[in-house]
């Protein structure tokens, strides 16, 4: 990449599709189809709209497409985190709310829970952790892990989404 963020509206606007991909297929987690698919309603009239741009994408998407990006998020501090395999956004992400640094107790709990919610709904479970703790972490699976899983499915896209904004609003000045 050869500039850094965060970037004007007006650069996004007027970058390739290519490049625009470049720079923000990594916006939903391994899944740069979101990007090109938002990269086709350019030019945005407000970071705002880059965000609902990339939500709609989602949204509109096969439920195969939906699911394969569930899939392609990693547990949270699960085994992608010990093992150093997260993808550096998530990373970042989770370190910054303490993942990184669980005490033995609390990594049972993570461990345990996410296989519970694997188990039940068959994808990894979703929480835009950007400004959270892990009480509230913990507390968001113990409230989620017994919905039913078509409102489930919905509450994890929406989570998706918030992921989206928050990685955006990072990237594009407003």
Known sequence: MS???????????????AAFVERFGDVAEHS???????AGVRPFASREAMVAAFADALMRAPRTDQL?????????????????SLAAESKREQARVGLDALTPEEFRSFSDLNARYRERFGFPFIF???????????AAFAERIDN???????TALAQVCRIFRFRIEGRVLP
């Open 128 to 138: 835009a952790v950007k400004g959270a703790t892990k009480s509230r972490i913990l």
């Open 148 to 154: 039913d899983p078509a409102a489930e499915l919905a």
């Open 32 to 38: 740069p189809w979101v990007a090109e698919r938002a």
């Open 68 to 84: 394969a990006l569930l899939h392609a998020h990693p547990d949270l501090a699960g085994r992608a985190a010990i093992t150093g």
């Open 3 to 17: 500039s850094p963020y965060p970037l004007r509206l007006d650069a996004v606007n007027r970058m390739p599709a």
